[in-house]
């Protein structure tokens, strides 16, 4: 078994890549994998570009509760809508395989 060599990445490529993961509102985990770089680099390059990030708060005082609760509700809704669903077609499959 060899090495693997390291993945040498341009300068604009990590400066980028971190202003995507900090901009965006998925995870960094969800953006390392989106961009093909193992997350682990993605946060390093995070720190290096962004190093105040982890101290910025992102309140916002113009969110109505209610409105928040009732957005949260209906993701909720969704969500086990299609929980439901790939319940029920893993099930149909597995029964299909055996």
């Known amino acids: 078994m060899g090495k693997q060599k390291a993945a040498q990445y ?16 998925q995870p960094i985990v969800a953006t390392a994998r989106d961009l ?7 946060y ?6 962004y190093p105040d990030r982890n101290k910025q708060t992102k309140i916002d005082s113009d969110i109505d509760p209610n409105e928040e ?3 949260l509700r209906k993701e909720v809704a969704r969500l086990r809508v299609e929980r439901d669903i790939l319940k029920k077609a893993t099930a ?6 055996l």
């Open 69 to 71: 609760v009732k957005r």
């Open 10 to 25: 341009s300068e604009e490529f990590r400066s980028s890549s971190a202003k995507l993961a900090v901009d965006s509102d």
């Open 36 to 42: 093909g770089v193992h997350e682990t680099t993605l």
């Open 92 to 97: 149909y499959f597995a029964g299909e395989t």
């Open 44 to 49: 390093g390059w995070v720190a290096k570009y």
